[in-house]
């Protein structure tokens, strides 16, 4: 079965950097789609970054664009999220997703698209 772990989440002051890590085990995942999204308390879960795993094409939110990188290990079978340059607005539990299949190839920034989600590592940042 797959298996999303996430780790890396912690407590970080204004204008600092964080990088969570996403493990998945129980597949191969060369042709997932996978994604992190973050829901902060009393709002909807939205998308951050997605990342085609067989090319490593990426795709973001306009909101992290130009301060957040996603990114793959092969060999390690992880996803990271490396965020720069963090504002009180990013403080959320941030969740890994993976998406097995897409009619189109296309990447989703939709939570229903996807199949399987780690249980979340959470982000505080400190203004």
């Known amino acids: 079965q797959v298996q999303l772990v996430e780790s890396g989440g912690g407590l970080v002051q204004a204008g600092g950097s964080l990088r969570l890590s996403c493990a998945a085990s129980?597949?191969?995942?060369?042709?997932?789609?996978m994604g992190w999204f973050r829901q902060a308390p009393g709002k909807e879960r939205e998308f951050v970054a997605a990342?085609?795993?067989?090319?490593?094409?990426?795709y973001y939110a306009d909101s992290v664009k130009g301060r957040f990188t996603i990114s793959r290990d092969n060999a390690k079978s992880t996803i990271y999220l490396q965020m720069n340059s963090l504002k009180p607005e990013d403080t959320a539990v941030y969740y890994c997703?993976?998406?097995?299949?897409?009619?189109?190839?296309?990447?989703?920034?939709?939570?229903?698209?996807?199949?399987?989600w780690g249980q979340g590592t959470q982000v505080t940042v400190s203004s």
């Open positions: 129980g597949r191969t995942f060369s042709s997932y789609h």
């Open positions: 990342l085609k795993w067989s090319s490593g094409l990426t």
């Open positions: 997703a993976a998406r097995s299949f897409s009619r189109t190839g296309l990447m989703s920034l939709f939570p229903a698209d996807y199949d399987y």
